[in-house]
């Protein structure tokens, strides 16, 4: 059996790849900012430093796999903290546990979006991003809404994956990243009820071409196989799970 870490593995998804992960009998780890075997805020660098080291002290052998999937939605506020917790959080975790999951020949995956694409690789938030300074990143937020900060913090997640892959398969770790769509979870109800954005995603979702949203099992199903020796030579991937909703907005493009 295997040992996994998870942050944001209280509610939702997450919650739900942990649950599955603990029933086919693996050790799971997981951190969250109020519950979990380690309580951290990723927003802040300290508190990525305390979830970086507790995982490294419950896992001293290595890890089969790492999920960063703490994740805030489009309405939290400040925009700063989507920066901070979808994407800086993410990637510094991952870098930080490179070697145990080397250790293991063991997989990081990735929680991106199907909103994703909605923002171009150029825009300077994702720029920021890419570049490392999580100040300057924030900047660029002063004047932006809810959506870019969200779909841009994924964007520049999917970005950073991509262009790691060689190094991290060269010392034997695989990353890949599996892209929602709409989930049902306490996140997603939250956008749903804001006055600003709820209208628009309610009708998003009905024009989700498998229908309605997602349970967070569909996603977890599909992190759990990604997880597996069965997909031992994806990496490098995006996994859609979204209803068939990026294909029918980038139907030219995959």
Partial sequence: MGMYAITG???GIGAELKRQLLEAGHQVIWADIRDGDIVAD???????QVAIDGIRERA???????????????VARPLSVIAGVNY????????ALRDLLAMKRGTAL???SNSAPMITSDDPYVQACLSGDEAAACAQLENRDGHSAYAGSKRALVLW?????????AAGVRLNAVA???????LTEQVMADPELGEAMKQFAGMVPWGGTAKPADI??????MLSKESNFVCGSVFFVDGGSDAMLRSDDF
Avoid: K, S
């Avoid at 001293?60 to 489009?74: H, N, W």
């Fill in 60 to 74: 001293p052998q290595g890890l089969d796999g790492f999920i960063p999937c703490a994740g805030l939605p489009p």
């Fill in 180 to 186: 929602p769509g709409i989930t049902q979870t306490p």
């Fill in 9 to 11: 593995g209280a509610t």
């Fill in 88 to 95: 800086f959080a993410a990637v510094e975790t991952v870098a």
């Fill in 110 to 112: 990735l929680v991106a």
């Fill in 220 to 225: 977890a199903n599909v992190m759990r196989f």
């Fill in 42 to 48: 990723l927003g802040t660098a300290e508190g990525r």
């Fill in 161 to 169: 994956m991509r262009r790691n892959v060689v190094a991290y398969a």
